[in-house]
């Protein structure tokens, strides 16, 4: 675990150093298999989504962990492996566990089409066999610890989906924790539709929660705005992100801004509006100056100064025509790919 974590609701002194999690439930008191384990809602059948891309070396001990970890809690688990494209062992790796376990099944994809549309099949693909779906990460950066959590917080009847919060950042840099902070608060301005700062792709939803994401037919859906947009009655529980179990981290900055833009122009058409207040702003300073040029020529006969001047505005209107265009462009490139009525994936095998 990480030096100077926030403390959470989590019972740290109670979570064993063995990083066998089935060895962590049969030590946790609140996992034994008693009378009281799931005494007022019937959850039996837990459905599991692993969205991966390029994780030979995470799948197999993630996948395993939380089968093991869902057996031990009393469930009875069928896991999903959704291979996105993946370009090294991964699909070998993923078909080896199917062989070996029955509770296992996969679909792989034709190419990368990114981890949002993973989800999305995840959820089209698993079927109406399930009490509560839940999906997570599969580099093991998501525990089936708190995995087992969140499935026992979903066992409250009041509750339609249970998401996996994460309380500290201190694996990210500085720069990162100022940029996704400054997401969230921009994302809820500009949107009205807040997403709980620190939520993540790690949750657990009921089946009519799974058949409102499933209605959805977007392009590019936001999967995390999504979930806060469709409502529902949902619990925050604190979760621990862990290292990488092995390999390089996938989310780049460049990938991040991009996914962030794309949940802007999703869920807000603010960057068209505020392209028109600029645009009537600078429409009005133009106008301004204007006046006062005419009134100095009328009253002191002074000419109008020149070439410098007009190059300056020429060049600054511009740009920001330029760049109020291509904020336009990106709506109309949207709406252009969604003409065409492109799947969101394309499965090549499944098991």
Request: charged letters at 25%; proline letters at 4%.
């Amino acid at each position: 675990m990480h030096e100077g974590r926030e403390k959470t609701d989590i019972d740290e002194d109670r979570r064993p150093a063995d990083d066998s999690v089935a060895q962590e439930l049969r030590h946790d008191r609140s996992f034994k298999q008693s009378s009281n384990v799931r005494n007022h809602a019937a959850i039996e059948k837990v459905k599991l989504i692993l969205p991966l891309h390029n994780e030979e070396t995470n799948i197999k001990a993630v996948a395993v962990e939380a089968m093991s970890a869902l057996k031990e809690a009393g469930y009875k688990p069928s896991i999903l492996l959704v291979d996105d494209g993946s370009t090294d062992s991964s699909k070998d790796v993923v078909e080896s566990l199917c062989e070996s376990h029955p509770e296992f099944s996969y679909i792989s994809f034709s190419r990368n089409f990114g981890k949002e549309a993973a989800i999305m099949a995840g959820l089209s693909e698993a079927g109406e066999d399930f009490d509560v779906l839940a999906y997570m990460d599969s580099d093991g950066q998501h525990s089936a610890w708190d995995l087992v959590r969140l499935i026992k917080e979903a066992e409250d009847p009041s509750i339609d989906m249970v998401c996996g919060v994460r309380t500290d950042r201190s694996y990210q840099t500085r720069f990162e924790r100022w940029m996704t902070k400054g997401f969230y608060r921009l994302f809820h301005h500009l949107s009205g539709r807040p997403i709980d700062e620190g939520a993540g792709d790690f949750n657990v939803l009921r089946p009519k929660v799974v058949h409102a994401l499933r209605q959805i037919p977007e392009e590019y859906p936001f999967i995390k705005g999504l979930v806060g947009w469709i409502g529902f009655r949902r619990k925050l529980v604190p979760i621990i992100i862990r290292p990488r179990r092995g390999g390089e981290p996938k989310s780049i900055t460049r990938k991040k801004f991009t996914l962030a833009f794309g949940a802007f122009l999703s869920f807000s058409s603010w960057p068209l509006r505020v392209w028109s207040l600029v645009g009537a702003s600078v429409a009005l300073l133009a106008f301004l100056y204007l006046v006062v040029v005419l009134a100095e020529t009328l009253m002191r006969g002074r000419d109008v100064p020149g070439y410098a001047t007009i190059v300056a505005l020429i060049l600054f209107f511009g740009g920001v025509q330029l760049l109020s265009i291509g904020i336009v462009g990106e709506y109309i490139a949207r709406i252009y790919d969604a003409s065409k009525h492109r799947p969101r994936y394309i499965i090549r095998d499944r098991s």
